[in-house]
């Protein structure tokens, strides 16, 4: 049994991106529902833990190879982390294992998405390795995103597998075998019927500069890669776009502190008649609070600000910055330090530069005019890891955002798996809330994906491009987008019944064995 439940731990990591086995899904989680059947509840503990946590590990091993420079102890508590992290991921499978032990495997697939949804909430909240998200590539599939998010395709492939099991373990395996066949054309069709041909709405310009993560040091190597940035911008901005997109920090410097700087975009968004929209890093107030931002050029959106150079006052023409962005769910241990706010032991911890980010509080949805539609288009962005919370994304569409912009940094994952990862990951949020989304990621991958999922275009990992394409219009208000995360609230439910009457099916049980 430990074998089969390692086994299959190690095929399910294969089912993620890049390795594209996504079929892998409907079936490796049948050992694990046997086991649960099989064992008593100590032992349905141990081989839940040890599948959850070897999946974690078969899965997210490039943790352990981030390219961040830190010093040597930093470096070895940063592994000892990765490892509990693993152990932490694996205690969820664990619990999914008693609880689906408890009420019975009828219950595994609501289970399943309702500690998936736990995962996303708290301070170290990692909501990576969803199930659901092995079905990225199979847009019609995910078309079930629209109603139930990310949490109902988990669930749906966890009914899949158990039905698997029940065809070879149970009596009437026709029956099972026809439900089955059912519970797969149904979201297929449902998809199939769903996605149609959106119009264009406006052109955009992804630019991914390929700044290496440790190439921002020094003042020579950061005028360097601003003027290699401007260039970049300068020549997008002659392809006629209706807006550029830039990544997470790409102008290095505090752009609102850089009047140079902002002049030099400002131009480029009137000369042109383009938006701007770029990652930056923030300080506020006086420098002494740090925040993970980003803002919007719109042309003639400008004020005229003066300074003195040469005993001559030269008038500047400078962005407004009426919006600006700064990034509400930090990474833990990185940006931040968990609860660093609530525990005051943990703020005597000398931690270094790690975890000196603030979070930031405002839902920003910026408004941008459209040259080529001659309308205006609203956008929010989902600065790196926000783009793999659900519930953050539908609150910026709830408030009116048409297009999602996912603007990171994935260099410091290297050439590992977690690139691929993350980008399938934040193109779900576009079908569960029925908007395009466009990524622009320093080092890739960045894309262009539409309101069903479809990844028109691409770059690769670790060059220098500008993506240039059309950005299909929004759909109307998906069901997940109004109600949110409604089935997992009648998943809760379901499961509260099923353990109210847990008691009372018991005593049955026993009366029955009684009389027999």
């Not at 000892?80 to 019975?104: D, M, Q």
């Not at 220098?464 to 394409?469: A, F, M």
């Not at 018991?506 to 027999?516: D, E, Q």
Request: with cysteine.
């Amino acid at each position: 049994m430990i074998i089969a439940l390692i086994v299959s731990a190690f095929g399910l990591s294969f089912a993620f991106a890049p390795f594209g086995a996504r079929f892998l899904a409907y079936f490796a989680l049948i050992p694990l529902l046997a086991m649960i059947e099989r064992h008593h509840f100590k032992k349905v503990f141990l081989y839940g833990l040890l599948f959850g946590a070897v999946f974690a590990l078969f899965h997210l091993w490039w943790l352990y190879f981030l390219i961040v420079p830190v010093e040597p102890v930093t470096r070895i508590l940063l592994l000892l982390g990765v490892t509990i992290l693993f152990v932490y991921l694996g205690l969820y499978t664990a619990v999914f294992a008693i609880a689906t032990k408890f009420l019975g495997l009828g219950f595994a697939p609501l289970i399943w998405a309702v500690l998936e949804f736990v995962r996303t909430k708290s301070e170290i909240g990692f909501p990576w390795g969803f199930l659901g998200y092995t079905q990225t590539p199979y847009t019609p599939i995910v078309q079930m995103g629209s109603v139930f998010g990310v949490y109902g395709l988990s669930a749906w492939l966890v009914w899949i597998n158990l039905l698997v099991l029940w065809i070879f373990k149970r009596k009437h395996k026709l029956t099972y075998a026809v439900i089955l066949i059912i519970s797969l054309i149904l979201p297929i069709g449902y998809g199939l019927i769903r996605m149609k041909e959106k119009p264009a709405v406006l052109k955009v310009a992804i630019v991914q500069p390929n700044v290496g993560p440790n190439e921002k040091g020094d003042r020579e190597s950061r005028n360097r890669l601003l003027v290699e940035l401007t260039g970049l911008v300068r020549s997008s901005a002659e392809q006629k776009p209706d807006l550029i997109i830039l990544p997470e920090t790409a102008t290095i410097v505090d752009i609102t502190r850089s009047r140079d700087l902002q002049a030099a975009f400002q131009a480029m968004a009137d000369s042109h008649q383009v938006s701007i929209f770029t990652g930056t890093p923030l300080f506020e107030p006086e420098g002494s609070v740090y925040y993970n931002s980003a803002v919007l050029f719109n042309p003639g959106q400008v004020r005229v600000d003066s300074i003195t150079e040469n005993d001559s006052i030269v008038y500047l023409t400078l962005p407004r910055f009426d919006q600006i962005y700064r990034k509400i769910h930090l990474v833990p241990f990185s940006e931040r330090i968990p609860y660093v706010d609530k525990i005051a032991l943990i703020r005597k911890i000398e931690t270094g530069d790690m975890g000196d980010c603030t979070p930031g509080k405002e839902r920003t949805v910026f408004d941008m005019p459209s040259r080529s539609q001659n309308t205006a288009h609203k956008l929010s962005a989902l600065i790196c890891f926000e783009s793999i919370f659900p519930d953050l994304a539908r609150e910026f569409t709830s408030q009116g955002a048409d297009m999602l912009v996912n603007i990171t940094n994935d260099g410091w994952f290297g050439k590992t798996p977690g690139p691929y990862q993350h980008c399938e990951l934040a193109v779900l949020r576009s079908v569960e809330n029925g908007v395009p989304l466009i990524r622009s990621a320093n080092n890739g991958i960045s894309l262009i994906s539409d309101p069903y999922a479809r990844v028109k275009k691409r770059t690769g990992l670790f060059t220098q491009t500008v993506l240039v394409d059309s950005v299909s219009g929004p759909l109307r208000p998906t069901f997940y987008r109004s109600y949110g995360d409604i089935f997992i609230y009648f998943g809760l439910a379901i499961i509260g019944i099923g353990l109210i009457l847990k008691p009372f099916k018991h005593k049955k049980s026993k009366h029955t064995r009684r009389l027999t």
